[in-house]
């Protein structure tokens, strides 16, 4: 189904506050300090996620993500909210961080874990005990680390996505500094891009 925005314009007043409502709590707690980022992460989550129900028309998280990934407005949106020096340097941070790997599977092969402050560092341990699930993924050149990866709309959602799955399953801790990172990143990130969409979404 084509991704249409104006949807959440004509969705009823319950659903529609639903998404502003979530998104709201999220926005304030914008600045919060890393340690403090989980809970508005799930905020902004909570109201993307029914964001993207309204404007996909799909039930399934996967498939409103691949809509939203493919959908040319989103990206045209996604790029000029980069233009915006301030938004480039917070999505520049999240990429620094890239890929995300999917805690799950890293858990079921019982590698040793590396402590390393260094991110580069823990990814190449990864690589080196071959883990497979990660992303963004270049399917050319799979072991791209950081800013190697193109900051791109694609690359940005899915990674926030798998951040998202990492953390609604269980797998991401508030007390592991590394973990606090990657959700503080991708919640930056998140916050002012869905800003970007939900504005345009009432154009």
Not at 33 to 56: L, M, R
Not at 59 to 72: A, F, L
Request: hydrophobic share 40%.
């Amino acid at each position: 189904m084509p991704v249409t925005l104006t949807n959440i314009a004509h969705l009823h007043p319950t659903g529609r506050n639903l998404v502003l409502n979530w998104f709201e709590k999220a926005w304030l707690l914008k600045n919060c300090q890393d340690k403090d980022c989980f809970e508005p992460f799930i905020y902004c989550y909570i109201s993307f996620n029914s964001w993207a129900a309204c404007v996909t028309g799909e039930d399934k998280d996967w498939r409103m993500i691949r809509e939203i990934c493919n959908d040319d407005t989103c990206k045209s949106i996604y790029q000029k909210a980069i233009q915006d020096p301030f938004v480039l340097e917070i999505l520049s941070q999240f990429q620094s961080l890239w890929p995300i790997f999917k805690a799950q599977e890293i858990r079921r092969s019982q590698i040793p874990h590396l402590h390393s402050s260094i991110r580069e560092q823990v990814i190449r341990h990864y690589f080196k005990f071959e883990i497979q699930e990660y992303t963004p993924k270049d399917p050319q050149n799979p072991v791209l680390i950081g800013h190697e990866i193109p900051l791109i709309w694609e690359n940005t959602l899915k990674a926030i996505y798998q951040v998202r799955c990492n953390l609604f399953h269980g797998d991401k801790c508030m007390n592991s500094d590394d973990d606090q990172r990657i959700v503080s990143a991708a919640f930056r990130a998140f916050i002012h891009i869905f800003k970007s969409l939900i504005d345009n979404s009432y154009k």
